[in-house]
T-cell receptor
Framework: GAGVSQSPSNKVTEKGKDVELRCDPI?????LYWYRQSLGQGLEFLIY????????KSGLPSDRFSAERTGGSVSTLTIQRTQQEDSAVYLC?????????????FGPGTRLTVT | GQQVMQIPQYQHVQEGEDFTTYCNSS?????IQWYKQRPGGHPVFLIQ?????EVKKQKRLTFQFGEAKKNSSLHITATQTTDVGTYFC?????????FGAGTTVTVRA
């Protein structure tokens, strides 16, 4: 596709359940980022992948959050034992190179609601 | 890391008027990026500023990087309803962007 895609677009889950969010970056983009955006708030960095390097997990809020990127392309963000405070829009972005020097292209996001 | 502070948080503008939103840092920035997020949408890249004192224009939008590289501004002239949304600045460091809280712009027709 032409842009970053994310699935599902919406996810409603019960507290305590695990969820998996998917991101398909733009082909050829080596950098991939996950952000969290709560209602009316800014973007909170979660995790960053660059090529085959070890990911920068410094933004993950707890050990319930994990992410992987397979084959340098698709990424999944997993939240275990979801809590109500996990409700937010989860955004994925990719960039051609270093995401602090190159434009980041964002996907449409996954809106997660934990009931 | 140190965040960038954006002011004002909200900007209510009469259509046709000009306004400016500011992005401030307590530390010297290597670069600054600006993004726009329309209501219900995702952030879209607008511009990147790298050089001290740099000024870039995109139609009615003028972006400026301060001489000391500690602040940046976005000035919009003759505001239109299409300018509605939240404007974020983001500082680049350590392969990551740190986003400000944004300035949310509403326009009165």
């Amino acid at each position: 596709g032409a842009g970053v895609s994310q699935s599902p677009s919406n996810k409603v889950t019960e507290k305590g359940k695990d969820v998996e969010l998917r991101c398909d970056p733009i082909s050829g983009h080596t950098a991939l980022y996950w952000y969290r955006q709560s209602l009316g708030q800014g973007l909170e960095f979660l995790i960053y992948f660059q090529g085959n390097s070890a990911p920068d997990k410094s933004g993950l809020p707890s050990d319930r959050f994990s992410a992987e990127r397979t084959g340098g392309s698709v990424s999944t963000l997993t939240i275990q034992r979801t809590q109500q405070e996990d409700s937010a829009v989860y955004l994925c972005a990719s960039s051609l190179g270093r995401g602090d020097r190159y434009e980041q292209y964002f996907g449409p996001g996954t809106r997660l609601t934990v009931t | 890391g140190q965040q960038v502070m954006q002011i004002p948080q909200y900007q209510h503008v009469q259509e046709g008027e000009d306004f400016t939103t500011y992005c401030n840092s307590s530390t010297t920035l290597s670069n600054i990026q600006w993004y726009k997020q329309r209501p219900g949408g995702h952030p879209v890249f607008l511009i990147q500023l790298v050089k001290s004192g740099e000024v870039k224009k995109q139609k009615r939008l003028t972006f400026q990087f301060g001489e000391a590289k500690k602040n940046s501004s976005l000035h919009i002239t003759a505001t239109q309803t299409t300018d509605v949304g939240t404007y974020f600045c983001a500082k680049g460091s350590d392969y990551k962007l740190s986003f400000g809280a944004g300035t949310t712009v509403t326009v009165r027709a």
